[in-house]
């Protein structure tokens, strides 16, 4: 709604108060400390992931195989915030790696080919697509 009144706050600046008030709205409806983190597995329910392999906006996850490799790996770790009244809409999300040091590349934390870290053992968190 605030899209759509943008524009037409430039012509009629009595519709400024107005703009104020969205603002009000959208910043207590979305206030970090009334949002809701969880974390995500492959055992989310498959209606939340498919939406998180379509709002993937950094790194494409192209098939189930490529969510599964960010999910399921004990290194691996997918957090998101939900909103109260929408619980199986993934408003924002992180993925998260853990290592033993600072990867030279995005490339390496995403390569199939990758090593596999037991948890325990790492000591470096990677929030690679956020």
Not at 43 to 55: F, N, Q
Not at 105 to 114: A, M
Request: include cysteine; glycine fraction near 2%.
């Amino acid at each position: 709604m605030r899209v759509d009144h943008l524009p037409v706050l430039n012509g009629h600046p009595d519709l400024r108060r107005t703009d104020l008030d969205f603002m009000h709205l959208m910043r207590s409806w979305f206030n970090r400390g009334f949002l809701v983190l969880r974390q995500i597995s492959w055992d989310t329910p498959a209606s939340v992931l498919e939406k998180i392999v379509a709002y993937e906006a950094v790194h494409t996850i192209n098939e189930w195989d490529d969510l599964r490799r960010r999910l399921h790996p004990p290194e691996r770790r997918c957090f998101v915030y939900f909103h109260p009244t929408m619980p199986d809409e993934p408003l924002i999300f992180v993925e998260v790696t853990l290592t033993k040091s600072v990867p030279n590349s995005i490339q390496h934390v995403l390569s199939d080919d990758r090593e596999l870290n037991d948890a325990a053992e790492t000591s470096v968190a990677v929030f690679y697509s956020v």
